[in-house]
């Protein structure tokens, strides 16, 4: 087990420990990767990460790379709880300097939140990358929010710089059951 995987699974974190849920009751996934020279963020409809080491320049809602996780790897409590269509799943994307190996979770260089719903039909199995959505579009395995409040291209731009500089980036996803 690497040390990202002994970070990731701390039974003793609610910050990572994968699917388990917090004081309030909201289940947490938290995903790490790596910005690229190519990050854009300037799509108006989806965000994504991805786990392939590599970034062309039309990927312009992909803002992280080697993510360390995909939705296939999420507690199936963290999945079942996404397909509640009165579910808020907030994902804050905290992202460290270029220079730094890891974000520091306490205080990240750059944080911003999108936040946006669960659907019935999100199947949240893909081995290979996560996208989130403005629409109510989920005809694959990929999406893990809808009618998200933002985009790639509402991210705050200083966080996309460090993200093209090649920062670190720690995807906390949390989903909030309906009451």
Do not use: K
């Not at 999945?79 to 890891?102: L, Q």
């Not at 005809?139 to 093209?164: C, H, K, N, Q, W």
């Amino acid at each position: 087990m690497s040390d990202a995987d002994a970070e990731r699974d701390d039974p003793n974190d609610p910050e990572t420990a994968a699917g388990d849920p917090s004081a309030d009751g909201a289940l947490i996934e938290v995903v790490r990767a790596v910005g690229h020279e190519h990050v854009t963020a300037e799509h108006a409809s989806t965000v994504e990460l991805t786990t392939d080491d590599w970034l062309t320049p039309a990927g312009d809602c992909i803002v992280g790379v080697e993510a360390d996780r995909t939705p296939r790897d999420f507690a199936a409590a963290f999945r079942e709880a996404c397909r509640d269509p009165d579910a808020t799943i907030t994902a804050t994307f905290a992202v460290g300097e270029p220079s730094d190996d890891a974000v520091d979770v306490d205080d990240p260089a750059h944080v911003d939140a999108i936040v946006g719903q669960g659907d019935p039909d999100l199947a949240l199995l893909d081995d290979r990358s996560m996208v989130g959505r403005t629409s109510d579009y989920t005809d694959d395995e990929r999406t893990i929010f809808v009618d998200g409040d933002g985009a790639a291209a509402d991210l705050d731009r200083d966080l996309v710089a460090a993200l093209a500089a090649g920062a670190p980036l720690r995807l906390r996803l949390e989903v909030e059951p309906a009451e």
